[in-house]
């Protein structure tokens, strides 16, 4: 029975020739997307190397200066892309990808792509992940819509069912004929998994296997849905419009509505709004405070009177303590607006109970490593390596500056302390209770659709015994 109705659909996608001609289209735009993506990326890549390696040495030829001027001299370090990013950039152009490491301040990321990106750029700038998530659902449609309804309009459905042909038989030999042609569009992503799992050994196997299985659930989901709706449909025009409604719904409507909804009940300052509280609330009059009271116990705790007579430079561990009083400043503030984007990246996960898409472009962003998630791990990576490099310098300046009348100053054997920033992006199992919801709600369609599936064959069944 599978292989009959292979056989009819293909003749008669043959013999419409425009059903054709667009899958044709959204191949070669997925080709075209996929080779562009991973030129663009391999030219990032190596353009990210040499600049880290430049910086690396930036850093340890700066020559002899204080620590501390050292501290405000910085470093740059660059945020490596996930293989899996060539397929699904996620919010990356919206993020930033350079983090400058500094006293007394932490920054956010540097260089995003989008605010170089011209109007049109970001109009046109199509990548694999879209048009497997938006447009092959559109595909899928045209090509099944009419799958059991233009059998119903032309009378032949009840003919078949009249010659012993099984409801449910025909009904999922429709549905493996149309999930095996969505099957078909990911060839060359999962080519490109397979030679990226061969040839890297940074690509996590967990993220390709879930990257692979979500889009896999997704095309089988589109594919139930068309074939219900063109089994409830009396004529094909009806069910190309209910689905064609629900595609529009689905893929563009609802997302759309639930991240605004989710950035109206959880609202975050503006960049500038929030640097100048970080301002505000760093050097304070309390900083001052209680930098004294430090200054008091430690002279209290080592029995002088002046700082100079401290068996160490008070200069390192005033700046040590210092920082260590900002660093509980950005603590507070940076983990409250961390809370709020968590907030909203939550919220929108809800909405995958309203649509699969929402589900789907979840769980594809977590695999390529590419979302908010990610990126915050990102920075918090480079925030514990920013104070590793300060309290390495200050303790530094501190047991080696008490002694030197004219300015302590240090060389290449204490920039070699820090070491040089190496990020790697954590299994995909350590993170997946943050996709729970999504990943449940993939599934809540799934056995959704089942039922709806198990109904539409009784109710094809009824039809044949009338």
């Not at 995003?112 to 700038?125: E, K, S, V």
């Amino acid at each position: 029975m599978l292989m009959i109705t292979l056989k009819k659909e293909w003749l008669e996608s043959k013999r419409e020739g425009r059903t054709m001609w667009l899958g044709a289209i959204v191949l070669l735009l997925l080709a075209g997307a996929l080779f562009s993506s991973w030129h663009g990326y391999q030219q990032l890549q190596s353009q990210k190397q040499q600049v880290s390696q430049s910086e690396r040495e930036r850093w340890l030829n700066q020559g002899a200066k204080g620590p501390h001027a050292a501290a405000h001299y910085g470093v740059y370090i660059i945020k490596p892309d996930p293989p899996l990013a060539v397929l699904d950039p996620g919010l990356s152009d919206y993020q930033g990808s350079v983090l400058r490491l500094e006293a007394h301040k932490k920054n956010d990321t540097l260089f995003r792509p989008i605010q170089d990106a011209i109007p049109m750029q970001r109009f046109g700038n199509l990548n694999p992940a879209f048009i497997i998530q938006v447009l092959l659902p559109l595909l899928i449609v045209l090509f099944g819509f009419h799958s059991i309804a233009a059998e119903r309009e032309s009378g032949t459905l009840k003919q078949l069912l009249a010659n012993g042909v099984s409801a449910k038989k025909l009904f999922m030999a429709k549905v493996a004929s149309l999930t095996g042609l969505g099957l078909l569009f990911l060839l060359p992503v999962a080519l490109y998994l397979l030679v990226s799992l061969l040839l890297t050994d940074s690509l996590d196997p967990g993220r390709s296997v879930l990257f692979a299985v979500s889009y896999g659930l997704y095309i089988l989901l589109w594919s139930l849905l068309t074939i219900i709706v063109s089994s409830y449909a009396w004529t094909t025009r009806n069910a190309l419009i209910a689905l064609l409604v629900i595609w529009c719904a689905v893929c563009l409507l609802i997302p759309k509505f639930t991240i605004e909804d989710a950035v109206h009940r959880y609202p975050t300052e503006s960049a500038q709004v929030f640097q100048s509280k970080l301002e505000s609330e760093v050097y304070t009059p309390q900083r001052q405070q209680a930098i004294a009271r430090f200054k008091q116990e430690t002279l209290a705790e080592y029995g002088v009177d002046d700082v100079a007579d401290l068996p160490f430079a008070w200069s390192g561990a005033q700046l040590q303590f210092g920082e260590q009083y900002s660093d509980k400043v950005f603590d507070r503030l940076f983990g409250q607006r961390q809370s709020q984007l968590e907030a909203q990246s939550q919220h929108y996960q809800v909405g995958a109970l309203f649509s699969p898409f929402i589900a789907l472009q979840t769980l594809s962003m977590a695999a390529a490593g590419t979302d908010l998630l990610h990126h915050q791990l990102f920075n918090q990576a480079g925030e514990k390596h920013r104070r590793l490099m300060q309290k390495t310098l200050n303790n530094d300046l501190k047991d080696n500056g008490a002694d030197n009348a004219h300015g302590y100053q240090g060389d290449h054997h204490l920039w070699q302390k820090i070491p040089a920033f190496h990020y790697q992006y954590p299994h995909i199992t350590s993170l997946m209770a943050n996709y729970a919801w999504a990943a449940l709600s993939l599934l809540q369609w799934l056995v959704t659709l089942a039922v709806a599936t198990y109904l539409a064959m009784r109710r094809i069944e009824k039809e044949g015994q009338q």
